[in-house]
């Protein structure tokens, strides 16, 4: 029963991860079609900000590569530390039970030679002496063969980890090596995003504040939005609504809007805030949720949206770098992404909105903030 039992729980669990990964198939098939779909329009091909889109795309993903390699080579160094230590503590053994050998090899040479064995056995017409001596004999073979199986344990603990070492050791040369390819990389796509930036920088300064231009990337969003939340299903566990007024803000900053405020030069008005912070600052989830969409989005830049459940969800634009990818699970203060300027922004910051079943709702009822 008992065996039963386990088999049905495992089969639970196996159709609990396959529906998972049916959903995000599902949700990664649903923004592909919808990027086509963004890419096709016709205004598009005006949009200056979109000769950015591969480079800052590029850069987000060699950035998350060398964040990745950061912590493997981490995890690794922190392994040689423990096997170093490992093979200290072998090696002391081994030296331990060699000198331990040694010792009753020594005693039982003294005692034991054929001459004195005869003496013990037949020197002595008391049985209990000759018992003792006979004792005594057996104690030294028994210790002597404790002592090999001892030593030989230590010589192989003392050998596994110096293999294990040099394998690590190996490893981590591995995973430098992927890092100055990785940064070269970097360097190449950050060379490139400077060349496209000087070209267009007029271009893109004239189209910041249309706004046409304002309402296709909001309706964009707004679009985005509704096919997210139709996908995955809804989030159990704590309620956002029970955090009102008490969430961090997701970077340290400066908010530099008014939420429902009239944007510059324009009749639309601000739908998040935009926090002025310094570039590669880190970014935080406010509470905990899954990452629905990690992707460059025109007028966004570089977007991440978590969805926290009961239609509540946030999005963090214009980043430099995105750690997180769609699918996966977040807690509180889990680093998301970096401070950028992507998608043709002016300044460096973060651009945040808070929505509750797609409509955009006011930060400052729910973050804490100087």
């Not at 679009?223 to 007024?245: A, F, T």
């Not at 969430?247 to 008014?258: F, I, M, R, Y």
């Not at 509750?356 to 009822?365: C, F, R, S, T």
Request: charge should be positive; glycine fraction near 8%.
């Amino acid at each position: 029963m008992l065996q039963a039992g386990l088999l049905v729980a495992c089969l639970l669990a196996g159709n609990a991860f396959a529906a998972d990964q049916k959903d995000l198939d599902k949700l990664r098939q649903r923004i592909a079609v919808l990027q086509q779909e963004f890419d096709k329009a016709a205004e598009s091909k005006a949009e200056a900000a979109d000769a950015l889109r591969d480079s800052e795309r590029a850069i987000s993903d060699s950035n998350r590569a060398l964040s990745r390699l950061g912590q493997q080579q981490q995890a690794v160094r922190q392994t040689l530390q423990r096997l170093q230590r490992r093979a200290v503590q072998a090696q002391a053994n081994y030296r331990q039970q060699q000198a331990r050998l040694g010792g009753l090899l020594y005693r039982q040479y003294v005692s034991s030679t054929d001459e004195d064995y005869l003496k013990l056995l037949l020197g002595s017409d008391d049985p209990n002496q000759l018992a003792r001596n006979l004792h005594y004999l057996s104690y030294i073979a028994r210790e002597r063969g404790n002592a090999l199986r001892a030593q030989q344990d230590a010589l192989t603990e003392l050998t596994q980890a110096t293999r294990e070492t040099e394998a690590q050791q190996a490893k981590l040369g591995e995973l430098r090596a992927a890092e100055r390819v990785e940064l070269a990389q970097l360097r190449r796509e950050q060379g490139k995003h400077q060349q496209t930036l000087r070209r267009i920088s007029q271009q893109l300064k004239q189209q910041r504040r249309e706004i046409g231009r304002l309402q296709r990337n909001e309706s964009r969003l707004s679009r985005l939005l509704e096919e997210l939340s139709g996908v995955m299903p809804d989030i159990s566990g704590e309620k956002l609504s029970q955090y009102k007024g008490k969430l961090l803000l997701p970077v340290e900053g400066k908010v530099s809007n008014q939420f429902g405020a009239r944007r510059p030069d324009s009749t639309l008005s601000w739908t998040g805030w935009f926090i002025r912070a310094r570039d590669k600052q880190p970014v935080q989830a406010i509470a905990a949720g899954r990452v629905v969409y990690a992707d460059w989005l025109r007028g966004f830049g570089n977007l991440l949206i978590v969805d926290h459940g009961q239609g509540y969800m946030s999005l963090y634009g214009n980043n430099q770098t995105l750690y997180k990818q769609v699918g996966d699970a977040l807690r509180t203060g889990d680093l998301i992404a970096a401070v950028g300027s992507s998608g043709g922004n002016e300044d460096s910051g973060l651009y945040f909105e808070l929505r509750y079943k797609g409509q955009p709702i006011n930060p400052n009822h729910w973050i804490k903030h100087p």
